[in-house]
Nanobody, 125 residues
């Protein structure tokens, strides 16, 4: 089973940027989809962005225009470039693999892998 490890989190001021990485222990080429999730204190984990094997991307409305997801199959790594960060982006960020699907006609991702430790992102105001 391919293991995923998140890194790149940290403390940043509002308006700043961070790039998260999700490194896989094996090939990610076969993954139908990979995605970034986040969980803030006292809140449920939410899907932030996902990317299909073919490179199609989808974003939560709250991060559209600010975050960019990408994957490098040759390096077995997925990234999340986060710009114009806001205090409400503060959360633990997780990556996972799965498959694309639709709920009520809206594209989303079903995660299949186990959850790792995540990487903490803290945005100060």
């Amino acid at each position: 089973q391919v293991q995923l490890v998140e890194s790149g989190g940290g403390l940043v001021q509002a308006g700043g940027s961070l790039r998260l990485s999700c490194a896989a222990s094996g090939s990610i080429f076969s993954f139908d989809a990979m995605g970034w999730y986040r969980q803030a204190p006292g809140k449920q984990r939410e899907l932030v962005a996902f990317i299909s094997r073919g490179g199609s991307t989808n974003y939560a409305d709250s991060v559209k225009g600010r975050f960019t997801i990408s994957r490098d199959n040759a390096k077995n790594t997925m990234y999340l470039q986060m710009n114009s960060l806001k205090p409400e982006d503060t959360a633990v960020y997780y990556c996972n693999s799965g498959t694309t699907t639709k709920i009520a006609g809206i594209p989303t991702m079903a995660a299949f892998g186990s959850w790792g430790q995540g990487t903490q992102v803290t945005v100060s105001s």
